[in-house]
């Protein structure tokens, strides 16, 4: 009997330590964002949906100063770029059509359908005012063939490599922990209970990083005197390099850079005239009921102070992403007689435009391709004549 009271008894002791370890204390957001975050590199597809808004604007003076400047300020004041896509992981594919609006005197649009697969990309050549392309390539999509791009390059563009994406996923997990060891979790991390998202975003938690000017200079001094060197470290491991492409000598050059533009950073944060003043930086991640981070935003407002003159950029970045591993549905269509190879575009624009055949010595000057553009001597004479005495 008491063996059997004695079981009972222990039985509902462990339940109610289960219920309790339950019921305990829930993750901070430091440790929810990095779940998070490593969960999210195992979605097999998405749909997205993103903005993006960029202002420079730049003083009077500045632009009284330089004339020049003023004809081209209003085209950065209100820069906006909407992007919707999909992307699924295996075969890797994704499709992307952006579109730039350009304000100010000049302002126009951009619609910039592409297409990205593992051995290429698609790209729809646009209209651009003031650009007139040849008609053989208007409303045409240029192949950029990862190979073909490299080899043309003679070995300086690496092609890319989507084949082995748990490997890139993997390093990236790992660069996001040495991220998150090095930054408090109280100082920089916030669970936000009530946030404004997008119309259908499905988001039931977020976590807020800020970093204000007040905390800016202490945490570029994290970010360089502990994270870096050991992100440096990760990165000169030989497992890495061939998602990298880094050798060991760009690391050590990397680091040398780092010890010697410490001391003139932090001088230049710490001098009034020329220095850089944070009004805002704040990164928004919302996380789904699957875990997954379903939305993202990143809010940017900085003064460049130069010579006591205060430049001001804004950046707003805002990204959705929806249909989480169901099958992917794309939109792009790209029919085989409508697409241009990259070396044909290229023998196509040096025929309507010229081309320079190499960069020419001090005191020579090739005219070939300036005669398309209806000069006289005495105009072709007068720009080789300034173009040499710069």
Same mark, same amino acid.
């Given at each position: 009997m008491k063996r059997k009271i004695f079981l009972i008894v222990t039985t509902l002791l462990l339940m %109610?330590?289960?219920?309790?370890?339950?019921? $305990?204390?829930? =993750? $901070? =957001?430091?440790?929810?964002?990095?779940e998070a975050s490593e969960k999210s590199l195992e979605m097999k597809s998405y749909s997205f949906d993103g903005n993006m808004n960029l202002s420079l604007n730049i003083p009077d003076e500045a632009m009284a100063a330089a004339p020049e400047m003023a004809m081209f300020a209003g085209m950065f004041q209100n820069i906006n770029m909407n992007m919707t896509g999909v992307y699924q992981q295996d075969p890797m594919k994704m499709e992307m059509v952006m579109d730039l609006e350009i304000p100010g005197d000049m302002s126009f649009n951009i619609n910039l359908p592409m297409v990205m697969e593992e051995e290429r990309m698609l790209i729809k050549m646009p209209t651009i005012p003031f650009v007139p392309f040849p008609q053989e390539v208007t409303g045409k999509f240029i192949e950029i063939d990862y190979?073909?791009?490299?080899?043309?390059?003679? $070995?300086?563009?690496? =092609? %890319?490599?989507? $084949?082995?994406?748990?490997?890139?996923n993997e390093l990236i997990m790992e660069i996001s922990q040495i991220m998150f060891k090095h930054f408090d979790e109280e100082e920089y991390f916030t669970l936000v209970e009530d946030v404004e998202l997008p119309e259908g975003i499905d988001v039931k938690r977020a976590v807020e990083i800020k970093i204000t000017d007040e905390k800016f200079e202490k945490a570029m001094v994290t970010f360089m005197d502990d994270a870096l060197p050991e992100l440096l470290d990760l990165l000169a491991d030989p497992k890495w390099v061939e998602v990298t492409q880094l050798e060991s000598a760009d690391l050590e050059q990397i680091r040398e850079e780092l010890e010697n533009g410490k001391s003139e950073f932090l001088t230049f944060l710490e001098d009034e005239q020329n220095t850089l003043k944070v009004n805002d930086i704040t990164f928004l991640n919302g996380i789904n009921g699957d875990n997954y981070i379903s939305y993202q935003e990143v809010k940017m407002d900085v003064d460049v102070i130069t010579e006591g003159q205060t430049i001001n950029l804004v950046f707003d970045l805002s990204m959705g992403m929806d249909q989480i591993n169901e099958n992917p549905e794309f939109t792009v269509e790209v029919s085989s007689d409508n697409i241009i190879k990259l070396k044909e575009l290229e023998d196509i624009m040096n025929s309507a435009y010229g081309t320079f055949e190499e960069t020419p010595e001090l005191g020579e000057f090739d005219i070939e391709g300036l005669e398309d553009l209806d000069l006289t001597d005495e105009e072709i004479e007068a720009l080789i004549e300034e173009t040499t005495s710069n």
């Open positions: %109610f330590t289960v219920v309790l370890s339950g019921c $305990g204390e829930k =993750p $901070g =957001p430091k440790d929810l964002l990095q190979n073909e791009l490299a080899e043309m390059s003679e $070995g300086e563009v690496t =092609p %890319f490599n989507y $084949g082995d994406l748990q490997k890139q």
